[in-house]
Structures are given as C-alpha cells and as structure tokens.
C-alpha cells in the first residue's frame, strides 16, 4: 500500500523542528540544526532525516507545511535594500509624517527621534491622478508621470517597488495601470500594489505594509525557490492568520508570512489543549532566540490587525503575539551600572551558548540551567553533548563581576528570564482585559517548560500544561490548520444610515475573492467555508473592534446583531460601551472575508491510565540547584503514563526539552500525554 505523509517543519534560530504523519496512523518527530546562513538547506535536511527515520520515500509525501522565520528575521535585521515608493503626486511625504507615536512612553523617551523611514526620500516618486474616499476619479491617472517614474527606477537599479496611491482602497484602477506600466518599463521590478496586499483605508499604514511586502518579496521567493529544488513535494506555507497556502499563492502576498512560526505554535496548543478540555489558555513558545506568547479564547488564538515587525507597523490579520527576547540563548550581561541583564539579544544558533562549544563566548540563559543542573548535559537525546564546564567558566567571570556566587548568579538570570517571560504574558492577558489568573499556562518549544514553575508563582496561574513533544509542537500545529486566505474592504458608513443592499453587496464580492483563491488550491465548492466579521466604532474615535458577523443574508436582523456583538465587545475591552445612546453612534469601518479550506487534523486517542507508580520512568539522580544543591531524581517522560504524578523537586527529561520540577509542585500525566504541573 502506497504510503500518503504529512510533514510540519518549522523553522528556528536554533533547530529545525520536524513532525511527520503518516495517514494510516503515527506520528514521528525530529529535529536538525537550523542553518541560518540558508535555511532551505536546514529544511532539506530535516525533509531527509525524517523520511530515513520512517523508511519512506519522498514519493511519499502528500503534502509538506512550513513555518518560517526568513520574512520576519530580514524585518527584525532591517535588511532592507533598494526600496523604492511610488505614491499620489503631492502625498510623497506620507512616510515622513507617519504617527505621532512615541515608544514607551513620553518619560523614558525624552530625546526619542523618528526611526530611520523605511524608503528614503530620494526613492520615492509621486505620479499624478486622484480619487476620492468613495473611488470616485477626481484627476484621470498620469500615464506621462508613471512612465518617468517607471523609468527611474529602471535606470538606478532599483527592483523591489511599493505602489500605494490615494484610496486605491476603494477602487484599484489607478494602481492595476501603474503595474502595467512597470511591468511594461520595467520587467525586472518585483511589485506590490496596496490594492492586493491591504485593501482598506489609512494611508501611512498601508503604505509601509505594502512597502514591507516589497521589501521581503525577493528574499522569500528566491527560499521558496530553493526549497522546491531541494523537495520536489507540494509545499504549503503557513501564514501569519493562523493558516495555510500554497508556496505560489504566498509568493505574491509574503508579508502574510511574518508570523508564521509563531503562529504554528500558537495553533498547536490550541488543538492538543482542547482535547483535555481547556478551551481557553495562555501559550508559550520558549525557543532558542525569544519567547512568543498568546493567547487561545474558546480554541481560537485572538487575532488583530494592529501588529508590527521590528519598527515596521504591519496591518494584516495575525494572531495576536507578543514576543519577547528572553529565549534559550538570550545573553546575559552586566550593565554599565553594574546591574544583571538578560536579553533581547541572542548568541542564536551559531555560535551559540558556551555549552554549545561552538566558539561562544557570552553567558546565556542555557548555560546558566545546564550549570544548576537543570538540563541534562546534552540535548536532542543526547545529539548535541553540552559542555557544561565551560559554560561554568564564563559565569564564574560574570558572577565575579557581579560580586556574587556562581549559583546565585545562575539563579538571578532565570529570575530575570522568567520575569521578562511573565511581563510578556501580562501584556497578552491584562493589556486586553483579560485576568491572567484565570487561564493555565501551555508551554512548549525547547525552552518553554523551563521556567514554567517559576511563572506559575509570579503571575498566579492555575496550571501548566506541557504537551508531549514540546519541542516539536509548533511544527505539529503546521499539520493542524486548515488553508485560509483574508479580504478586506473600507466602507466607512454611520449604522443609522447603512444600506443592508451595501453590506450584501460588498461581503459577495468578498466571498467571491475567497472562492477563487481556494479554488485555485484546489477546494471543490463544497468544502469551502467562509467567515464573516466586521470592524465596528463608535462616531470620533480613532480605532475600531473587530466582530464575528453570523451567517446568512446582510439584513435588518444581521446588521442588529454585528452592532450588538460590538457593543459587546467593546465593554470587554475597555469597561464601558453606549448601547442605546443616541449621541454616540455606531460607525461600520470594515468589512471582512476569511475563505477557509479545511484539511484532515491529526486524531488524538486517550491512552489507557497506568498503575500510578512513575518509578519506572526514573533513570536515576544527579545534583541540581533550586534554593539549594541536592541529589534529585530523574525521570524519562514517554515511560510515564497516565495517572502518574510527581512530586518536586525532580527533572523530567525527553528528547526535545526538559520540565525541572521545583520544590512544592506536582506534574501529573492526563490521558492525553499531557503532563499538568501544579503546586
């Protein structure tokens, strides 16, 4: 019988995670050291190790899902080169003016000066022509002008171009003859048009996120290049919405892709999670470089549209993370005042932590768990050996410099590194109106389990759940979702005076968008579904919420009940709304589409419970630190099953990440594999 696999593979700054599963049943996971100076080699690789592992064949693979980092990380690096802006003749100035926003706050930022703009002012060109905010022409497009700048960009080599023009939102002719126009002068430009990438009003925001789409466009479709050289599968790619497309579709939009590991996380946990019954979670993705945390509401991760990379606003729909440095291999460091740092920035994968004995020479939060004790003295099952004497030497230094034990400096940079985690989380929970004492924590990724006890006690949660395979878990949440693609249109209209014929109209146009794109991915008409929402306001403000819309026909009773979700919504947001208050009225902003394919999940069985004795998984002792040094037991994690549960102080080890159980706290089994820390 031919063999169909499924392959997740996310890709980190560390490793690259990999989860295969076979349709006639199994799951099998593995990992490869990333390669960072091309990660389609470390993906090839992945692709190779997991097929030798099962005996297959890459004629076997139905289908390969990835997660990737390359938009974000050429974002974060502000590698962005040969940008060039074609705007409305007189808007050329709509990068410099921007947003009156100052980072954390006016009182630590006294002499904040504007970021450097993302296109100098000497790339960009304004081309004549104008519409107004209904579509309406005002001033027929210059073709003379577009000609020139065309030619312009030409000459000077310029081939990555962002062409946002005036309200394009609201029809995009202007915009589609300027493409032509390029791709007639200007063959070899690679261009996003902000009537493709973002279709809806806000100029300054609109035009960096088609700017930042330009931008990454190069650099994303030459990896999807090498990566179909390398495997010659079906690659489906997964987005920063918490779904999935073709390498092709992504190619054209790959700003959709900024999120994407992250968002794999996210989604994985959500699925392993709600099978124990726990709709509603905190998540925490603990990788080599950062954290990522979100949130999951009744199974699904909360999404906005208000995110950024870097100092790049990027206005797409994405699950709502929040990222902090303070991964495996964040640096710890001694500041100028004498002070205990730890992050944002990284040793990464090369050459790593001190352990690593890969030429490191900074302390990391790794070496400073391998040298309590905390972390076996290898990783992967015992692929990578670390050497925990050299890590021990360069924290001797630093604790030396800090005037404190070696135990103790160990302790502060977890200290510092759990509390970095937990601020995180609490801009996930209480920024949005949510009790973070209300929700258990999922941790997962090679270092989230790490400092799980410990952030349990500062942010009073009421559980942790680690899933099996937590190292794996983001590249099996790949395998999880289903294809999904997102329209948007601005139709700024007060709900006194909507026309429901305006509503019907513009969400089947939506739709109708939606249905082409799943049907080039090749979702026949009745396996594609379709979600609706809508960004709602009231009258003078500046931002909107976003609401779920119900099925069926745009009439009277739905444009009702999307005005009472968003009342709603707005008192759990911010505490008050003005439900049935004339003097301050609803305004409808934007009208949304998700176009959802659905694919066939992973099935996840309960296991029978075992005898409750966990001594059969203990390998035996060695000495770790919490408040002190002692002798602690060790126990391999796939010899527990369910029932079983332990008391710390105690590890608990498997192949891609370690739980430390400290003194006070219980892991248990559930029946899902799930271990349920408590205290």
């Known amino acids: 019988m031919a063999r169909r696999l499924r392959i997740g593979i996310d890709t980190g700054g560390t490793f690259t995670d990999v989860v295969a599963q076979d349709e006639h049943g199994g799951l099998v996971t593995t990992k490869t050291p990333s390669t960072p100076a091309d990660p389609a080699e470390g993906f090839a690789n992945g692709v190779a190790k997991v097929l030798g592992l099962l005996g297959a064949r890459p004629a076997d693979i139905a289908a390969l899902s990835h997660g990737t980092t390359v938009a974000t990380n050429r974002l974060l690096e502000d590698r962005i080169d040969d940008l060039g802006f074609i705007t409305t003749e007189g808007f050329e100035s709509v990068l410099e003016i921007a947003r009156q926003s100052v980072p954390d706050g006016y009182g630590n930022s006294y002499f904040w000066v504007k970021p450097p703009r993302i296109v100098p002012a000497h790339r960009v060109r304004g081309v004549g022509g104008r519409l107004d905010h209904t579509g309406a022409e005002i001033r027929p497009f210059d073709e003379g002008a577009a000609v020139a700048a065309a030619r312009w960009f030409r000459d000077r080599g310029v081939r990555a171009i962002g062409v946002c023009l005036l309200h394009s939102y609201a029809d995009p002719s202007h915009e589609l003859a300027m493409r032509d126009v390029l791709r007639r002068e200007h063959p070899d430009a690679v261009v996003s048009l902000s009537c493709e990438v973002l279709r809806e009003y806000r100029e300054y925001e609109r035009s960096v996120t088609t700017l930042v789409d330009a931008a990454v466009k190069p650099a994303m479709n030459g990896y999807l290049a090498r990566i179909t050289e390398r495997v010659a599968s079906r690659l489906l790619v997964m987005k920063s919405n918490g779904g999935v497309l073709s390498a092709e579709e992504v190619a054209g939009q790959p700003i959709t892709t900024v999120l994407s590991g992250p968002a794999a996380g996210a989604l994985g946990a959500a699925f392993v999670v709600a099978r124990s019954g726990h709709g509603s979670v905190v998540t925490l ?3 080599g470089t950062s954290t990522d945390v979100a949130v999951v509401l009744d199974g699904e991760p909360t999404l906005t549209t208000e995110g950024s990379i870097g100092r790049h606003p990027v206005k ?25 740092k730890v992050g944002p920035r990284s040793a990464g994968a090369d050459p790593g932590p001190l352990c690593y004995g890969r030429g490191g020479t900074e302390v ?3 070496d400073a768990h391998a040298v309590l004790g905390r972390i076996p003295p290898h990783l992967l099952g015992g692929e990578v050996p670390l050497d925990v004497a050299a890590a021990r030497r360069g924290l001797e230094t630093l604790a030396g410099d800090l005037g404190l034990p070696v135990e103790r400096a160990a302790a502060g940079i977890l200290e510092i590194s759990a509390w970095n985690q937990a601020n995180a989380i609490r801009q996930i929970t209480v920024k949005r109106g949510l009790d973070v004492r209300d929700y258990p924590l999922v941790a997962f990724g090679g270092s ?3 400092l799980a006890c410990r952030l349990l006690d500062v942010l009073g949660l009421p559980a942790a759940l680690v899933p099996e395979n937590p190292g794996n878990l983001s590249a099996f949440g790949l395998l999880t979702v289903d294809a999904r693609n997102d329209h948007v249109r601005t139709r700024v209209v007060r709900d006194a005076e909507l026309d429901p014929a305006l509503l019907a109209s513009v969400y089947a146009d939506l739709e109708g968008e939606a249905a082409a794109t799943l049907a080039r991915e090749g979702f026949a008409e009745d396996r594609r579904r379709f979600a609706r929402s809508a960004d709602l306001r009231y009258h003078g403000q500046a931002f909107e919420v976003r609401v779920a819309a119900p099925a069926g026909p745009p009439d009277e009773g739905f444009r009702a009940q ?11 947001l911010y505490g008050y709304c003005y439900r049935d208050d004339p003097r301050h009225p609803v305004e409808w902003v934007n009208l949304r589409v998700s176009g959802i394919g659905p694919i066939e999940r992973p099935r996840l069985t309960a296991r029978p419970a075992g005898d409750g004795d966990p001594s059969r998984a203990r390998t035996g002792t060695r000495g770790v630190y919490f408040d002190a040094w002692a002798e602690t037991p060790v126990y391999r994690r796939e010899k527990l099953a369910p029932g079983d549960a332990i008391e710390g102080p105690a590890v608990i080890e498997e192949f891609g990440s370690t739980l430390p159980l400290h003194p006070g706290f219980t892991a248990a089994l559930d029946p899902y594999g799930n271990l349920v820390v408590t205290r």
């Not at 709502?320 to 002070?339: F, L």
């Not at 999307?562 to 759990?572: P, Y």
């Open 285 to 287: 993705d603990g990788g």
């Open 316 to 340: 797409i729909p994405m699950i709502d993370i929040v990222t902090v440095g303070a991964g495996g291999g964040s640096v710890a460091w001694r500041s100028p005042e004498g002070a205990l």
């Open 364 to 366: 990391t939060v790794t």
């Open 448 to 450: 989230g389990p790490l």
């Open 562 to 572: 999307v005005v009472r979700r968003f009342h709603d919504a707005h008192e759990a």
